[in-house]
């Protein structure tokens, strides 16, 4: 259900990027717009990872590291049935993680400081499950997509004003409406669309760990942990805040229209029923992780959590 529900709203954006194109240039603008729009995603959706990434100050991190990153992504990566896509961390207090990457052969999962030393090690498997399960989805390509088309939508709204076709078909109050409506439309889809694809992955990253209750675990405690922490470069660039795990710019009390993430009490409860039904380990290949087949972690500085 969750990708007919993805297609629709999909098709709903790319219908409202056409109908933009047709009111500023009639048939020959919609037509246009989804030349330009095609070729926008391509672009994006080949340098994507390279651009979010640079966007974050993320810095790779290299296989045998002390943080034993590597080592338990790769684990949990088998259990995906997933190559092992590249590890990165990001210096910020704010506890949080994304993943990037145009399919799982190219993808990379990126951490933050603020996460490695605030999550137990069972908990941070729960994350990392959680991020490799777009990377299955393909996620990271769909929300790339939506981004790019809602950016765009926005884009043509703004030139209508210049353009006599539109003027003409509307008048100036209809191209004013436009202009603000279209790009509000497009952040709604783009919001739906996350907000649908966030529930899979955590029902998706429940069962590569074994454990909804670990992931549900580290959900409460990223979100205490970005409603008091700031996370500057997400708020420099918040087009990339619906990557995250959990919203890095504010938190969420509500499935509300305008937010880009389900409400994390809504995703901890969906995880708990999960666990009371026993599906911890339900479309798993491999058999489930226990805490003890968890490849260590080392101490972080200080403050890491685990030894």
């Not at 709903?12 to 009111?23: I, N």
């Not at 708020?235 to 969420?252: D, G, Q, S, V």
Request: charged fraction near 15%; proline fraction near 5%; hydrophobic fraction near 50%.
């Amino acid at each position: 259900m969750g990708y007919v529900k993805t297609a629709m709203l999909m098709a709903a954006m790319t219908a409202l990027f056409m109908g933009v194109g047709y009111l500023i240039g009639g048939s020959g603008g919609a037509v246009i717009a989804l030349v330009v729009a095609a070729a926008m995603n391509v672009f994006t959706w080949w340098n994507s990872d390279r651009m979010v990434l640079r966007m974050h100050n993320a810095r790779r991190v290299p296989p045998g590291d002390r943080l034993g990153l590597h080592a338990l992504t790769a684990e949990l990566a088998r259990n995906a049935g997933l190559p092992e896509p590249k590890v990165y961390l990001i210096e910020t207090p704010q506890p949080n993680a994304f993943a990037t990457g145009r399919n799982p052969a190219n993808a990379a999962v990126a951490v933050t400081a603020g996460l490695m030393q605030s999550l137990t090690r069972e908990e941070l498997a729960g994350v990392i499950a959680h991020e490799l399960a777009h990377i299955r989805n393909h996620d990271t390509a769909i929300m790339t997509v939506t981004a790019t088309f809602a950016g765009a939508i926005s884009m043509l709204a703004n030139f209508a004003l210049f353009f006599g076709g539109s003027r003409e078909r509307m008048g100036l109050v209809g191209t004013l409406l436009m202009m603000f409506l279209a790009p509000m439309a497009a952040g709604l889809v783009q919001m739906a669309i996350s907000r649908t694809r966030e529930y899979a992955a955590d029902k998706a990253g429940a069962e590569i760990c074994g454990h909804p209750l670990w992931l549900a675990s580290a959900l409460e405690k990223i979100a205490s942990g970005a409603a008091r922490i700031d996370n500057h470069a997400a708020e420099r660039n918040p087009a990339t805040a619906h990557m995250f795990i959990i919203n890095p710019l504010h938190a969420h009390k509500h499935d509300s229209l305008f937010a880009t993430h389900p409400a994390t009490e809504n995703r901890v409860a969906e995880l708990r029923a999960m666990a009371a039904r026993g599906g911890q380990s339900a479309g798993v290949s491999n058999p489930r992780m226990s805490a003890s087949s968890i490849p260590k972690t080392g101490k972080q500085g200080r403050s890491g959590p685990w030894g």
